[in-house]
């Protein structure tokens, strides 16, 4: 007993240590790498294969940074590797919105919808492409079919209250305004009724 009690002094207490050592330093190490979202998938992105998610990932990242051209190249690599990725053609198009190319993006948001047909997001990025088109009808009508498909969707709502208000149909803003704040976003409703619009 004395004799097992010496050894676990001896042997165990410090190989503990030392792989305790080990471990801070692997993890202190790899801190490194999660300084923030880019690091993260980019690291991945260095010692994985194939790894669609992380490219579309790194894409939302650099969309988010207003680097649609270089977001655009990772959504284009996730699509190479996974082309039944929804997600990825509905961020795709999401990137092309924001240079402008409203036609580019509708394709993506069709082949995400083809891909995932209640996809209540790609209706309403897709309504937000055709609003730039300047084609509001059916800008109007994929806020509404996001709607049926998510009946919460505040952002549908809202949508669809500033394309009304485009057409000069103040009836149809005030009921969507109304409902947008019913479900927590209040904006347009308080900027309607301060010029006595909705009241």
């Not at 655009?72 to 996730?78: N, P, Q, T």
């Not at 053609?89 to 990137?95: E, S």
Request: charge should be positive; hydrophobic fraction near 35%; proline fraction near 2%.
């Amino acid at each position: 007993m004395i004799k097992s009690e010496a050894i676990r002094k001896k042997v165990i207490f410090p190989a503990g240590i030392i792989f305790l050592a080990i471990l801070s330093f692997i993890s202190w190490n790899q801190c490194g790498y999660w300084k923030n979202s880019m690091e993260i998938f980019s690291h991945t992105l260095k010692v994985t294969d194939d790894n669609w998610l992380a490219y579309n990932n790194r894409g939302v990242v650099y969309k988010g940074l207003g680097n649609y051209r270089q977001a655009i190249e990772d959504y284009d690599r996730a699509i190479e590797i996974k082309s039944d990725y929804a997600d990825a053609y509905n961020d795709r198009g999401n990137a092309y919105n924001g240079l402008g190319n409203y036609k580019q993006a509708i394709d993506d948001f069709n082949r995400a919808i083809e891909i995932k047909p209640n996809y209540a997001e790609a209706y309403i990025n897709r309504g937000f492409a055709y609003n730039g088109l300047g084609n509001y009808r059916q800008a109007i009508e994929d806020c509404g079919r996001a709607i049926e498909i998510k009946p919460d969707y505040v952002e549908a709502y809202h949508n669809k209250a500033l394309i009304n208000i485009k057409l000069g149909d103040i009836i149809s803003f005030c009921r969507d305004a109304r409902k947008a704040c019913e479900l927590g976003n209040c904006k347009l409703l308080e900027a309607a009724n301060t010029r006595g619009l909705c009241r």
